[in-house]
């Protein structure tokens, strides 16, 4: 089987298939073997591992994932792209293509399925579009994944990782971190892709916590109050909340120093530890009425 992660045969490819790549799948193919291998020794494989691989456009990276692991399941958006991969990846058995839109998709189904025996691995060269809403979403799931790296936009992995205090940190800081320990492990160029991304990235791992950092008494209800915690985040976190959850204001005033929290503080001084305690009592104090309301 041809080797897919070169330029001249990315080309070969795009040429004979006539690919029109387009934007808005986030179609940029990764073409330097060294980095692929980079990502590869950083993803820790085993032959007992099944891996889910969202984006996988030629199938560059799944043909080097394939006989690493005993099963991969890809998701691809594109329909023109299915009879590719079924053609530069007919030598791989223990491969699943899925055409569909991955936040479409059940992924309650597709992780539970690959994660029999042990929990899953989750492996893309994610579009830069989709990466913060489809980590929240695969985190909801959590209890079928082992860990997940992705390639993503290098401005998206600074978020991701962020801690209290910097204008980078933010509800999706707060979340991972809540759920999963999470690292950038290197930056990558965008020259070794074919198109060049306009943009830098990096690539990430997030490793899901044996349980949450903290219990909460409604998960829900906690993203909710970290979401609104943001929303408007050159407020302070009073009147951030006040506009985003529609609370009584005096409640939640003493529902903030209750926390130990002044009620002037601004979102991102927050720790995720904080940002449950105050859910927490911000549940038990505006009553059932209130809650199904926000």
């Known amino acids: 089987?041809?080797?897919?992660?070169?330029?001249?045969?990315?080309?070969?490819?795009?040429?004979?298939?006539?690919?029109?790549?387009?934007?808005?799948?986030?179609?940029?193919?990764?073409?330097?073997?060294?980095?692929?291998?980079?990502?590869?020794?950083?993803?820790?494989?085993?032959q007992n591992d099944s891996v889910l691989e969202v984006g996988p456009g030629?199938?560059?990276?799944?043909?080097?994932?394939?006989?690493?692991?005993?099963?991969?399941?890809?998701?691809?958006?594109?329909?023109?792209?299915?009879?590719?991969?079924?053609?530069?990846?007919?030598?791989?058995?223990?491969?699943?293509?899925?055409?569909?839109?991955?936040?479409?998709?059940?992924?309650?189904?597709?992780?539970?399925?690959?994660?029999?025996?042990?929990?899953?691995?989750?492996?893309?060269?994610?579009?830069?579009n989709i990466t913060t809403p489809l980590i929240m979403n695969l985190l909801k799931h959590r209890e079928f994944i082992q860990h997940m790296i992705f390639m993503v936009q290098k401005e998206a992995a600074h978020r991701i990782t962020a801690q209290p205090g910097g204008k980078e940190y933010g509800a999706?800081?707060?979340?991972?971190?809540?759920?999963?320990?999470?690292?950038?492990?290197?930056?990558?160029?965008?020259?070794?892709?074919?198109?060049?991304p306009e943009v830098e990235s990096s690539l990430i791992k997030i490793t899901m916590r044996e349980k949450p950092l903290q219990e909460v008494r409604n998960e829900e209800f906690f993203t909710k109050v970290v979401r609104g915690s943001f929303q408007h985040r050159r407020k302070s976190l009073l009147n951030s909340l006040k506009m985003s959850l529609n609370i009584d204001k005096g409640s939640l005033d003493a529902a903030i120093r209750e926390a130990g929290i002044e009620p002037s503080s601004r979102a991102e001084s927050l720790s995720p530890g904080q940002f449950a305690n105050l859910a927490n009592i911000l549940y038990n104090s505006i009553g059932e009425y209130t809650r199904t309301k926000i």
């Open 58 to 128: 030629i199938g560059t990276l799944t043909q080097y994932l394939c006989p690493r692991v005993k099963k991969v399941t890809a998701v691809e958006i594109d329909r023109r792209l299915i009879e590719v991969l079924e053609d530069t990846l007919k030598q791989c058995h223990n491969l699943e293509v899925v055409q569909g839109d991955i936040m479409k998709e059940d992924l309650a189904n597709i992780l539970s399925s690959l994660a029999v025996d042990k929990k899953c691995k989750i492996i893309s060269n994610l579009p830069y």
């Open 172 to 196: 999706v800081s707060v979340l991972v971190h809540y759920y999963a320990h999470s690292e950038i492990a290197f930056n990558i160029s965008p020259r070794v892709f074919i198109p060049q």
């Open 1 to 46: 089987m041809d080797k897919l992660v070169s330029p001249r045969k990315t080309a070969e490819v795009i040429k004979k298939y006539n690919i029109k790549l387009t934007k808005k799948y986030g179609q940029n193919f990764l073409v330097d073997e060294n980095i692929l291998l980079k990502i590869l020794s950083f993803c820790d494989l085993s």
